[in-house]
Each structure stands twice: as structure tokens, then as C-alpha cells.
């Protein structure tokens, strides 16, 4: 199976108008969503759709409803004029831990059917219940790294404006994975975030060490989400006011990096 789970650190470090830091351990899940039943089907402690200590839900993702995800995102490919033809589709995401996840960002990997990266979806959920994606196709490089860029166009921290620029370096999952983001302004970079694992395969013996290593795991993130929140306001940072999200939930990005929002 291609599913697997990526263990490592999340980095994030803004650089104005004050200097802040946080670095959490966390794990990562990539799941191939054509394997989600026979995940289902393997293990004791996960589960596809239905309550178990590890579950990975639709409804979490995508339009956020209880339909399967293939055919969501393959639509929204086909608008940005990207086939895979039936190729895998594999999402990196924290799943429910005891029912309850919070997904500030998951990644979809959209490969044709030899394996060549597509594109990537960066679909970003903010604190409001409020989410939206950027659809942008992955051209190769010699180093295996995928460069992207675009707009930002959709709210997530209060104390970010914006008017800025989200620059993505990825190196695609293997045993390793890098998921690293700059977010910028026409005065320099706002902030610099990534994650870096390293592949744990997916059995019930390493869903049982992942829950003694990151107990509560959603209940961290939500928690040091507003934790670091406060200790922001604390330092003096004006609040945002939120606009309306976009009027589409889904951006399209050429490769040239001009953006076209469509629904």
C-alpha cells in the first residue's frame, strides 16, 4: 500500500512586524484514497467513514460532505484542464484522532498512472470553519523539488494581511517528505513554515506507538493554534479583520502563476 505515516517537526517562523517561533512535533498521514477501504478492511484501530480511535473522514475534506473525494478532486483538475487519467490521488493530512481533527493544511499529490506528480492541491482551513484550495500544476525539476507559487486569496491568521505572496518548495512523498511555505509581501518574506518527516509504515502496531508518542494530537494543534495566537496579541500584533471568503472555493493556477478563481 502506498498510504504510510510521516513523523517530524512543524516549523513556523514570522519575521515581522515581530520575530516569532514554534516548532511541534507532529505525524503526518498520507492516505492514497483509492486504499481508504481497504485501510478500513486492515486494521483495527482505523477506520474509513465510521467512529474508531484513528478515522479519516470525506466530510473533512473537500466541499465537506459525505461523499468520496476522487471524484471532487478530479473534477476540479479537470477544470484547471489537468488529466490523470485514473491515476493515484494521495492526500497528506492528520486524520481524527478519537473523532475530533483540525486540518489547517492538506495537500493532495494528483499523479498520472506511471507515477508522475500532476499537480498539488494546497487546501487550507482556517479557525472560522471557512476553507478553500489552490489548484496549481507540478512541473519537474532535476533536484525532484516542485517550485509553485501564487496569490493569497483566501483568510487564515488574524494577524496576517492579505496582500501577499505564498511560495511553495516541495519535495513529493517517498521515505521522506518536505512540505515548506513563504508567505511574502512587496517588503520581503512574512513567514517561512514546513514540515519535514520521515515515512513510518501504517500497521496497527504503529497507530498504537503514534498515539502513546503524540496523545490528544488534535486537541495540541487547536490548542497551540490559539496558544501562539495569544502570545502574538501579547507582543503587540494588530488584528486583521476577515474579509468574506471567496466568491469561488477553489483558485486555479497556471503554470505561469496567474491565478484564474473558478467555482
Avoid at 171 to 179: A, E, F, H, N
Amino acid at each position: 500500500m502506498f498510504s504510510k505515516i510521516f513523523e517530524g517537526k512543524v516549523y513556523h517562523k514570522r519575521f515581522k512586524p515581530k520575530i516569532h517561533e514554534l516548532n511541534y512535533k507532529v505525524c503526518s498521514f498520507l492516505f492514497d484514497l483509492d486504499e481508504l477501504d481497504q485501510l478500513d478492511k486492515s486494521f483495527k484501530l482505523f477506520a474509513y467513514n465510521r467512529l474508531n480511535i484513528v478515522s479519516f473522514w470525506n466530510k473533512d475534506h473537500g466541499t465537506g460532505e459525505d461523499k468520496p473525494l476522487r471524484p471532487y478532486v478530479e473534477n476540479i483538475l479537470n477544470e484547471a484542464e489537468i488529466d490523470i487519467e485514473g491515476g493515484p490521488i494521495r492526500l497528506l493530512c492528520y486524520p481524527r484522532f478519537f473523532g475530533y481533527v483540525f486540518n489547517p493544511l492538506s495537500v493532495y499529490y494528483c499523479y498520472s498512472k506511471d507515477e508522475n506528480l500532476q499537480a498539488i492541491i494546497y487546501e487550507v482551513s482556517n479557525t472560522f470553519g471557512e476553507r478553500h484550495s489552490y489548484v496549481i500544476p507540478a512541473e519537474s525539476s532535476s533536484d525532484g523539488v516542485i517550485k509553485q507559487k501564487c496569490q493569497k486569496s483566501f483568510y487564515v491568521s488574524p494577524f496576517m494581511e492579505m496582500n501577499a505572496e505564498y511560495a511553495f518548495r516541495m519535495v513529493p512523498p517517498q521515505d521522506k517528505i518536505s512540505v515548506s511555505i513563504t508567505q511574502s509581501d512587496e517588503d520581503g518574506t512574512l513567514l517561512k513554515a514546513n514540515f519535514n518527516g520521515t515515512e513510518t509504515p501504517l500497521s496497527d502496531a504503529s497507530l498504537l506507538r503514534i498515539l502513546a508518542r503524540y496523545p490528544l494530537m488534535t486537541v495540541k494543534i487547536i490548542l497551540g493554534i490559539h496558544w501562539e495566537a495569544l502570545k502574538l496579541w501579547k507582543k503587540g500584533l494588530k488584528l486583521v479583520t476577515r474579509p468574506p471568503v471567496p466568491s469561488h472555493p477553489v483558485t486555479l493556477v497556471s503554470s505561469s502563476n496567474q491565478m484564474e478563481p473558478k467555482s
